[in-house]
């Protein structure tokens, strides 16, 4: 069955570009959308944003322009990146695949990682 | 955006009984894009219920879901062991997607 990896570092400087990769294996991205989740410590879900395979995305406005998704089907990925990084974005990053607007929601999602900003 | 409450913060009930969750939409969500997923400490969350009815791979019939408009429900229908967690809906009707604050069962 479809599983997702995320990867990155786990520490980030304030200011600095957070880069995260969600890597998909026992299927292909292609005809799906793909999602970034957030969870900051001891609090809810936020969704950043999502990518059709073949490009096209849509983004959270409470992150200001601030996050780019991108896709590589010649690799099976899917990569989030998160510019002028404080504090607040400390949080357990998700990845997931994202049926868009079909009726299967957010089917599949990875483990996690764990995003410290502090310098 | 659509803002989703769920109600309570908090339920406290032993093994056996019968949960009843509450989502609020802050505007009407259509009946096939609201989800349910439940969420254990140190785990992501588990897809559970999509389309606001409708069960996903593996997950028991004591769960269930309902609603329409702007008002939803899960219903566990006797609460296993494994059920006591954090439990969120999720509306994907219109972006951006959103999340309720989520309803944690705790054991009473």
């Known amino acids: 069955q479809v599983q997702l990896q995320e990867s990155g570092p786990g520490l980030v400087k304030p200011s600095e570009t957070l880069s995260l990769t969600c890597t998909v294996s026992?299927?292909?991205?292609?005809?799906?959308?793909w999602s970034w989740i957030r969870q900051p410590p001891g609090k809810g879900l936020e969704w950043i944003g999502n990518?059709?395979?073949?490009?096209?995305?849509n983004y959270n406005p409470s992150l200001k322009s601030r996050a780019t998704i991108s896709a590589d089907t010649s690799k099976n990925q899917f990569s989030l990146k998160l510019s002028s990084v404080t504090a607040a974005d400390t949080a357990v990053y998700y990845c997931?695949?994202?049926?868009?607007?079909?009726?299967?929601?957010?089917?599949?999602w990875g483990q996690g990682t764990t995003v410290t900003v502090s310098s | 955006e659509i803002v989703l409450t769920q109600s309570p913060g908090t339920l406290s009930l032993s093994p056996g009984e019968r949960a009843t969750l509450s989502c609020r939409a802050s505007q009407s969500v259509s009946s096939s894009s609201l989800a349910w997923f439940q969420q254990k400490p140190g785990q992501a969350p588990r897809l559970l219920i999509y389309?606001?009815?409708s069960r996903a791979t593996g997950i028991p019939d004591r769960f269930s879901g309902s609603g329409s408009g702007t008002d939803f429900t899960l219903t566990i229908s006797r609460l296993e062991p494994e059920d006591f967690a954090v439990y969120y809906c999720?509306?994907?009707?219109?972006?951006?997607?959103?999340f309720g604050q989520g309803t944690k069962v705790q054991i009473k």
């Open positions: 026992g299927g292909s991205i292609s005809n799906y959308y």
């Open positions: 997931a695949r994202d049926n868009g607007y079909s009726i299967y929601g957010m089917d599949v």
């Open positions: 990518i059709y395979y073949s490009g096209s995305t």
């Open positions: 999720q509306q994907y009707d219109s972006s951006p997607w959103t």
């Open positions: 389309g606001a009815s």
